[in-house]
Each structure stands twice: as C-alpha cells, then as structure tokens.
C-alpha cells in the first residue's frame, strides 16, 4: 500500500513521482487494485464485492504515465509499449461493476475541476463514458446505450447535487429576460463548505 503516490493522499505541492520514471510510476498506480483485492480477502469481503475492486479500472490505459514515457523515449529504448501501461483487469462483467467504473473515473475528474458546473459535469461524464465504451471496457457486461445514456444522466444528477455549493450559477444579468426575476436558492458559502469532509482526484483510482 503506497497511498502517499496518489494525488489525493499527497502533502504539499511536491508529489513523490517526480523522483520516480514513468514505468516505475505505472506499477505504483496499476498496483492499488492487486492491494485493494488482498485487503477485501483479509477483512472477508464476499467475493461478490471484490469484483468490483479489480474491475473498477478494467484493462484502461494509464495515460498520465505512458505519455511521460513517450516524452523520455529516446532512440535506444525506443516507444514505450501501451499495453504495458494498462491495468490488468479483468475488465467489467456486470453492469453494476460498470458503473462502478464509471463513477470512479468521473468523481475524479470532477474532483479536479477548478469551477464545477452542471455543464461541466456532464460533459465530463459523457466524454469518460464514451472513452471507455470506445476502448471496450463495457464490452463483457452487456451495457446496452440506452442503459448507458440513462447511466450517465444518474450519475450527472448526483454529482451536480452533490457539488451544488460549488456550481457558479449565471448572474442575473446573465439570464435571460425571463429568468431574471427568479430568486436563487441560498447556496452555502465557503465557510460552510470548509468543514465538510474532503472527497478521497483520482480515487485511489
């Protein structure tokens, strides 16, 4: 267990990879899901959650990482091979381990955003759904695309509840001339916010 490389685990603003190669990085990062299945299996967790555990990254390819590599390839080493930069999977089998996949790569990037919007939010969660669909993560569970359209509105409404204390709502100047007399709802400020426990950027991802 190496939480410390994880950037929502990290103090400061000097992250531990700066010291470490890309390839050296990857295998921290991919190595959370081998943690986390030894972990259930030692507290007893039904096999039934553990899936969830190694497919919540399926076979996705860890791109932070693998672009670094090829920025530091050089003629002798040549281009770093992408499937070496992939999670192992098994990719999802159900359709809840889908969501659950989906979830995770979405509260992360949202967690990252600088200024969250319900816009912002669901294009976030359309472009992850599409990028895992188009990468055949969702290729094992029988997803249908109604079922995942009807998924990432759920998902899309959660997020913008939960963020709501965050969402920068138009001005009234902004509105249309109809909207403009409508009073907004009282939105926490940020001392309220303060003391609300913080969210775990990528979820251990």
């Known amino acids: 267990n190496k939480p410390g490389y994880f950037v929502e685990n990290e103090l400061g603003s000097m992250s531990r990879h700066k010291e470490l190669s890309p390839a050296m990085s990857q295998l921290i990062i991919v190595g959370h899901v081998k943690d986390g299945i030894e972990m259930a299996k030692e507290y007893g967790l039904p096999a039934v959650l553990r899936q969830f555990i190694e ?5 996705t390819l860890v791109e932070y990482f693998y672009n670094a590599a090829k920025k ?6 040549g281009a770093p091979s992408e499937s070496e ?3 192992a999977g098994p990719k999802p089998r159900t359709k809840e381990a889908a969501i659950v996949m989906l979830a995770d790569v979405v509260e992360g990037t949202v ?6 919007t319900p816009t912002k939010i669901e294009a976030v969660v359309h472009n992850m759904a599409m ?4 990468d055949g993560q969702f290729d094992e569970c029988d997803l249908s695309l109604r079922e995942l359209s009807q998924i990432e509105a759920s998902i899309s409404k959660t997020l913008a509840a939960h963020y709501h204390g965050r969402i ?3 001005t009234p100047s902004d509105m249309p001339p109809e909207l403009s007399l409508v ?4 939105t926490e400020t940020a001392e309220d916010t303060e003391s609300k426990p913080q969210r775990s950027d990528q979820n251990n991802n």
């Not at 497919?55 to 076979?59: F, L």
């Not at 530091?72 to 080493?77: I, L, R, T, Y």
């Open 183 to 186: 009073k907004e709802p009282k």
């Open 85 to 87: 930069f992939r999670y």
């Open 168 to 170: 920068q709502y138009p």
């Open 111 to 116: 967690r990252a955003l600088p200024e969250v």
């Open 55 to 59: 497919t919540h990254h399926g076979t």
């Open 72 to 77: 530091k390839q050089d003629e002798k080493s």
């Open 131 to 134: 990028k895992r669909l188009q």
